[in-house]
């Protein structure tokens, strides 16, 4: 997550999807703080459908 984008509200709940074991107030932390790392370690696929769906949410993403 570089970026969270105009859309907050819509980029807590897509890190939320992402990371379920956050909490709201972690969740919006998390976004606040970005450039963040979301996911680590997992499958180009569902790296990829995490960059849309953050996309989607209005979020600037890199992949690396």
């Not at 509200?9 to 999807?17: D, H, L, Q, T, Y």
């Not at 450039?35 to 890199?62: M, R």
């Amino acid at each position: 997550l570089k970026d969270a984008g105009s859309n907050k509200i819509g980029a807590i709940k897509a890190v939320r999807v992402l990371k379920p074991e956050l909490g709201l107030g972690e969740a919006k932390t998390f976004v606040e703080s970005a450039p963040k790392t979301v996911l680590e370690g997992v499958k180009k696929e569902v790296a990829e459908q995490a960059k849309k769906d953050l996309e989607a949410a209005g979020c600037v993403v890199e992949m690396k």
